[in-house]
């Protein structure tokens, strides 16, 4: 069966390279397995183009391959591809795809000189671009636009199962900073609690849009850990890549105000896994916020390398991460999250979608804690977003909250430099007291 083509919004940046860039550039399209670089570049290629070669350098022939040990007569190259492939190129008007380019660095290499040449255009797929062995020996072209490409986010999904409403009375709702109203609050938290548990990885919205069944759909979802898994030990023999992917949920519901390396194996030492987290955030299956030790609009000069949280990059597969030494049937999240009875020691998994949302608009994450000045408690700010000259705090609660003194003290502490501050809930919206009390549906269009 054909995959699935969802309207995603990356098309646009697409578009916005061929127009502007494509003379100059190739465009190289990063993000995690299975994410839907594939099927977005192949689907751009029918479109927007005359004709296109798509060169899948995971399932290609030998013959294929072999034309890239010597790129140096391009006329003799193009008339080997198009031959070997079946395909007219035609100049200006054909683009070719070098789809998961990180197996093969050296046609990755030629892209300065293919593009130099200036017949065709080129797109480039690829996920773990940047982990040594697939920058070995190889002088990584400058002649690259890169874009990243990341889950669904819930705007996405809305279009994927044919909502083209919801996301517009959000956005309105938000714009005028206007409560939704008991039944209609109770339906948009409904669509987007499916969300969460689907999350918005391609296969597993179009195995929900197939069978209507949560138990299939969380079995994809563990074919993609499973492959993320399998990933990681390109990154690293000794396994501690994954053990590291495998504690993120283990690590937010201690609610320890950084990761904790003893969530992934005993007796890890700080370096040992300040050199792998590069390379795992190079697979786009990870999102990282960095504490900010002086919060203002330069977090990114003063970050805390050391000190960070992590975030699965896909809140569909972070539940089935969580839960995934149960089997389905024992798995009671599914109905506790569609039933809005999510028990409060649960609420990190808003937290981890939060982060997706905010990433996926093209935040860098931060938080910060302080210590209280009359006992050992550690307040926390969750999201720390900067706005213009200002910041904008963001503290994340599940359940019925009683109280948000973390953000109170840190506001008092910087009120020079704040803009807005929110609350992010599983309530109504509301205005209170300076304070911006979001539904977590509203974050994807803050």
Same mark, same amino acid.
């Given at each position: 069966?054909?995959?699935?083509?969802?309207?995603?919004?990356?098309?646009?940046?697409?578009?916005?390279?061929?127009?502007?860039?494509?003379?100059?550039? &190739?465009?190289?399209?990063?993000? &995690?397995?299975?994410?839907?670089?594939?099927?977005?570049?192949?689907? !751009?290629?029918?479109?927007? @183009?005359?004709?296109?070669? /798509?060169?899948?350098?995971? $399932?290609?022939?030998?013959?294929?391959?072999?034309? @890239?040990?010597?790129?140096?007569?391009?006329?003799?190259?193009? /008339?080997?591809?198009?031959? +070997?492939?079946?395909?007219?190129?035609?100049?200006?008007?054909?683009?070719?795809?070098?789809?998961?380019?990180?197996?093969?660095?050296?046609?990755?290499?030629?892209?300065?000189?293919?593009?130099?040449?200036?017949?065709?255009?080129?797109?480039? =797929?690829?996920?773990?671009?940047?982990?040594?062995?697939?920058?070995?020996?190889?002088?990584?072209?400058?002649?690259?636009?890169?874009?990243?490409?990341?889950?669904?986010?819930?705007? #996405?999904?809305?279009?994927?199962?044919?909502?083209?409403?919801?996301?517009?009375?959000?956005?309105?709702?938000? *714009?005028?900073?206007?409560?939704?109203?008991?039944?209609? $609050?109770?339906?948009?938290?409904?669509?987007?609690?499916?969300?969460?548990?689907?999350?918005?990885?391609?296969?597993?919205?179009?195995?929900?849009?197939?069978?209507?069944?949560?138990?299939?759909?969380?079995?994809?979802?563990? #074919?993609?850990?499973?492959?993320?898994?399998?990933?990681?030990?390109?990154?690293?023999?000794?396994?501690?890549?994954?053990?590291?992917?495998?504690?993120?949920?283990?690590?937010?519901?201690?609610?320890?105000?950084?990761?904790?390396?003893?969530? &992934?194996?005993?007796?890890?030492?700080?370096?040992?896994?300040?050199?792998?987290?590069?390379?795992?955030?190079?697979?786009? =299956?990870?999102?990282?916020?960095?504490?900010?030790?002086?919060?203002?609009?330069?977090?990114? %000069?003063?970050?805390?390398?050391?000190?960070?949280?992590?975030?699965?990059?896909?809140?569909? +597969?972070?539940?089935?991460?969580?839960?995934?030494?149960?089997?389905?049937?024992?798995?009671?999240?599914?109905? *506790? %999250?569609?039933?809005?009875?999510?028990? &409060?020691? +649960?609420?990190?998994?808003?937290?981890?979608?939060?982060?997706?949302?905010?990433?996926?608009?093209?935040?860098?994450? !931060?938080?910060?804690?302080?210590?209280?000045?009359?006992?050992?408690?550690?307040?926390?700010?969750?999201?720390?977003?900067?706005?213009?000259?200002?910041?904008?705090?963001?503290?994340?609660?599940?359940?019925?909250?009683?109280? $948000?003194?973390?953000?109170?003290? !840190?506001?008092?502490?910087?009120?020079?430099?704040?803009?807005?501050?929110?609350?992010?809930?599983? *309530?109504?919206? *509301?205005?209170?007291?300076?304070?911006?009390?979001?539904?977590?549906?509203?974050?994807?269009?803050?």
């Amino acid at each position: 069966m054909a995959e699935t083509v969802f309207k995603r919004k990356l098309y646009n940046e697409i578009l916005e390279w061929k127009k502007n860039r494509s003379d100059k550039y &190739a465009l190289l399209i990063k993000g &995690a397995r299975r994410v839907g670089k594939s099927t977005i570049a192949e689907e !751009f290629a029918k479109n927007e @183009f005359r004709s296109y070669i /798509l060169i899948d350098f995971a $399932h290609t022939s030998k013959a294929i391959l072999e034309l @890239f040990d010597d790129t140096y007569n391009l006329d003799f190259f193009f /008339l080997q591809l198009q031959q +070997l492939t079946g395909v007219r190129l035609y100049e200006k008007e054909s683009v070719i795809i070098f789809d998961e380019v990180q197996l093969l660095p050296k046609a990755r290499q030629a892209i300065k000189y293919l593009v130099a040449d200036g017949r065709y255009k080129y797109i480039e =797929t690829g996920s773990l671009l940047s982990i040594r062995k697939n920058t070995k020996d190889i002088l990584i072209p400058s002649e690259e636009h890169k874009i990243s490409m990341y889950p669904m986010d819930f705007e #996405e999904f809305l279009w994927a199962v044919g909502d083209e409403i919801t996301a517009d009375t959000i956005k309105l709702l938000l *714009k005028s900073k206007k409560s939704a109203g008991n039944a209609m $609050h109770r339906n948009l938290m409904r669509m987007f609690r499916l969300y969460m548990l689907i999350g918005g990885m391609p296969q597993a919205v179009e195995a929900y849009l197939e069978h209507n069944n949560l138990q299939v759909v969380d079995e994809v979802k563990r #074919e993609i850990v499973d492959l993320y898994e399998e990933d990681f030990t390109k990154i690293d023999g000794t396994g501690l890549a994954g053990d590291i992917y495998d504690a993120i949920p283990a690590s937010l519901s201690g609610n320890a105000s950084r990761y904790v390396l003893s969530n &992934a194996r005993e007796g890890t030492r700080l370096e040992q896994v300040r050199e792998l987290i590069p390379d795992i955030l190079s697979s786009y =299956t990870v999102n990282i916020a960095y504490h900010a030790n002086n919060p203002g609009v330069g977090m990114s %000069l003063e970050k805390d390398a050391g000190r960070y949280k992590l975030f699965t990059s896909d809140v569909g +597969l972070f539940i089935t991460l969580a839960f995934k030494d149960k089997k389905y049937t024992e798995n009671i999240i599914y109905n *506790k %999250l569609l039933s809005d009875k999510l028990e &409060a020691n +649960l609420g990190y998994i808003y937290e981890n979608v939060v982060a997706q949302m905010l990433v996926a608009r093209g935040n860098n994450l !931060f938080y910060y804690t302080m210590e209280s000045d009359t006992s050992n408690h550690l307040y926390e700010i969750d999201f720390l977003l900067s706005k213009g000259d200002k910041i904008n705090p963001i503290e994340v609660k599940s359940g019925n909250y009683r109280g $948000h003194k973390s953000l109170d003290m !840190f506001c008092d502490k910087y009120s020079s430099r704040i803009r807005d501050q929110y609350v992010v809930h599983t *309530k109504d919206y *509301k205005w209170e007291n300076g304070i911006h009390y979001l539904p977590v549906y509203m974050i994807p269009f803050l």
